[in-house]
Structures are given as structure tokens and as C-alpha cells.
């Protein structure tokens, strides 16, 4: 059997943690060769993965520099992420807020927008088709920050009109009660249950 390949049925997520073994994991290449998620040693392989955690992880909450330069940060996150969890990343963002300073000041450099429905990076029943690129290219060159960004549906078909705001956390979306639900302009913006 060619483990290289996934069978047919295999879930996103186990077919995801399989390659990231195999190809990014570990410092040299050919110490994932033969990993999965099936056969992970929880005692041993951590260890083996630390020099590249070391790499990857993007945990660190000391902006500053990148702050002090310009720099200018938009995360994304669909709220149907089957790979890696929201609140993961809402947890981040609250330390980075703390870390910060405020919400005030880190909105002046980072802002997260949460994008209901949404899988990885794309695709899920939400609305998953958005110009993050157009908010962060005017926020850097015309020092103006997104306040709001218009997402669509990419499926079903017929709803590919159908569009909602997303906001800078902590707002959500919330369906104003009248007005037509494919209209953004029939949303208001709401502070999340998870600012908490």
C-alpha cells in the first residue's frame, strides 16, 4: 500500500497531520519518511520536532519591532476550521491585546477577523470568498485599517450573491432582524461571546 497517497475517505485532518510529519516536521526531511498520525509516538517524536517548532510556531506576542516598522498584520480564521482551531487563535489574539497593551493600540497594527463558516483557508458552507489582500494593501499604503471586509459564498451555487460583513474582533456579524439576509447592509456589528 502507497502511504504516500491518501485512500479515499481519509479525513482532511489526518491526511494534513500525515504530511506535515513527513515533509515539514523534522529538521532533517528523512525522519518523517515513515510518520503519521497513525504511528505518532507521543513520548519520543515531540522532542525530535522541536527544532522546528522552533520554526513554526507562531506564538510569540513581542510585535514590537514589527509594530515600530510599519508593519501591518491581518489574520483570518473561518469559524468551521477543521485543521486548526479558532479559538487557538482568539486565544493568541487576546494575549496579543494583553501584550499590547490594549485593544486599541494592537487594532493599530493587527486586527483578526473571524469568518463564519469558513474551513481552512477556504471552502465549508460560509462565506469564504474575500479580499483580505485589497484591506491589508490599503491599511499599509493609505494608513487606513479595515473596519470591514465583504465575504461571499462560494457554495452553494446559487448563493454566490449572498454576502455578509465580517468585522475586526471582538465584532461578529448579526442578521438585523429585517432586510434581505444576502444584503450586507442587513447586518450590524455585535461584540463576540468569546471577547470574554
Known sequence: MNNRHPQ?????????ADQWLRYMAYSRQSDGDNKSAQNFDFDK?????????????ATTTDLGKFEKHGGKLLITHGTADEGISLAATVDYYKRLIKASGGLATTQAFARLFQVPGMAHCSGGAGYDRFDALSALETWVERGTPPTKIIARRSAPSTASDEAIPLYPYPLVPRFRGTGDPADPDSYRAVTSASWR
Do not use: F, R
Not at 479515499?8 to 494534513?16: K, R, S
Open 8 to 16: 479515499p475517505g481519509t479525513p482532511l485532518v489526518e491526511h494534513g
Open 45 to 57: 517524536d515531540p522532542a525530535d520536532m522541536e527544532a522546528m517548532a522552533n520554526v513554526y510556531n
